[in-house]
């Protein structure tokens, strides 16, 4: 017998809405407590699935408490530092023995291992890599374009993927209604994210305490080689007006960017897409950030931010976010990066890879 739990589940509500099962990473709760962008995201698409009228499974682990049903068979997140891949294979094939006696239309899994197990089941399945093709992913995703569609998170993202087949490109959403628009009365700028050298932490530090621009600086750093850079990098930079305020969440975070004059995101890798920018923007608050990766695609130069390269640059941009209009962050976040939006991109190529497994069987 697997060793899974199930909350109660509906039968199914209306033939012409889909049944979505979402299989999330064992690692991080849905949503996360604190730092946790791939699990924000299930949380936003999970929950916007439902209000659209579609009918969604949750597959995570037992603490999530995103508010659709929820599978598991883990009753606690397996943590980011000790998880490995017996943890993600017996959370998939539990996931899917489950799904499959839900009766799931199509599948959205956020595993490495999961998708492998898909065609055993006979159910459609679609993949989305939140992290680098470039690197050792690329081998994984290069072996799962042959099973499944695999989404991209941005247009940067799906130029570095070579020869790996990508089905979609999706820029994630938020639930913009959600975000308090602020009018960036606190006068700082803020980082927002992982403490880590690719971040730009260290960056944002020196730039702001040349620029003599309060900053505070709010990051996850409970790994060991996080700690590492802090105290190398990060903290013979603290005082002054930089602060190093802890790693936030909840309402604490949101009140944090609402209150920013500016996101400072000088990030020193091609990240595929960047959360806390669209988080930002939905607050009414500007962003100023390197041009790496997914930034120029988020940013809109001189509307919604400051896209710049050297750290003179970035000086001068932080002491200009106030001639931007805060009204067009959050109008652009509406527009462009609501969950709706996601919702209905999502939708589109679910509805096509059903579409597409069916008339393969009816061959």
């Known amino acids: 017998m697997l060793d899974c739990q199930l909350t109660a589940l509906p039968l199914r509500e209306n033939p012409a809405h889909l049944r979505v099962a979402i299989i999330a990473p064992p690692w991080v709760p849905v949503p996360p407590p604190l730092y946790?962008?791939?699990?924000?995201?299930?949380?936003?698409?999970?929950?916007?699935?439902?209000e659209a009228g579609h009918e969604v499974v949750l597959y995570a682990t037992g603490d999530s408490t995103c508010e659709v049903p929820l599978l598991y068979t883990l009753d606690t997140a397996a943590g980011t530092v000790d998880g490995g891949a017996v943890t993600e294979l017996r959370h998939?094939?539990?996931?899917?023995q489950a799904i499959s006696e839900w009766g799931a239309d199509v599948v959205h899994d956020h595993t490495l291992m999961g998708p492998h197990l898909a065609r055993r089941y006979g159910l459609p399945v679609v993949t989305t890599n939140h992290g680098p093709f470039v690197?050792?992913?690329?081998?994984?995703?290069?072996?799962l374009g042959q099973i499944a569609p695999i989404i991209a998170i941005s247009e940067h993202h799906a130029s570095t993927a070579g020869d790996i087949r990508v089905a979609s490109v999706i820029h994630h959403g938020v639930d913009v209604e959600r975000f308090p628009v602020g009018d960036g009365s606190g006068g700082y700028a803020l980082f927002l994210g992982r403490m880590s050298p690719d971040k730009g932490v260290h960056?944002?530090?020196?730039?702001?305490?040349?620029?003599?621009?309060?900053l505070k600086i709010a990051a996850k750093m409970r790994e060991a080689p996080e700690r590492a850079y802090f105290q190398a990098h990060v903290e013979p930079l603290l005082g002054g007006c930089v602060e190093y305020v802890g790693e936030v969440g909840g309402r604490d975070?949101?009140?944090l960017l609402a209150d920013a004059a500016c996101l400072f995101n000088p990030i020193a890798w091609p990240e595929p897409?960047?959360?806390?920018?669209?988080?930002a923007l939905a607050c009414g608050t500007p962003v100023?950030?390197?041009?790496?990766?997914?930034?120029?695609?988020?940013?809109?130069?001189?509307?919604?931010?400051?896209?710049?390269e050297s750290e003179a640059e970035l000086a001068e941009a932080?002491?200009?976010?106030?001639?931007?209009?805060?009204?067009?962050?959050?109008?652009?976040?509406?527009?462009?990066f609501s969950t709706q939006r996601m919702v209905a991109d999502h939708v589109a190529l679910y509805r096509q890879v059903v579409d597409d497994l069916r008339a393969a069987q009816a061959s």
């Not at 960056?203 to 309060?214: D, F, K, M, Q, T």
Request: hydrophobic share 40%.
């Open 36 to 50: 946790g962008g791939t699990e924000a995201v299930l949380d936003y698409l999970a929950r916007g699935l439902r």
């Open 92 to 96: 998939a094939v539990n996931a899917y």
């Open 135 to 143: 690197s050792d992913l690329g081998d994984c995703y290069r072996s």
């Open 203 to 214: 960056i944002a530090a020196r730039i702001a305490r040349e620029a003599n621009v309060p």
């Open 253 to 255: 975070k949101l009140e």
């Open 273 to 279: 897409f960047g959360m806390v920018m669209i988080e």
């Open 288 to 308: 100023v950030a390197t041009p790496c990766g997914s930034v120029p695609e988020i940013v809109c130069e001189g509307v919604t931010g400051f896209v710049r």
């Open 318 to 336: 932080l002491q200009r976010v106030d001639e931007l209009d805060r009204t067009w962050c959050r109008k652009d976040a509406e527009t462009r």
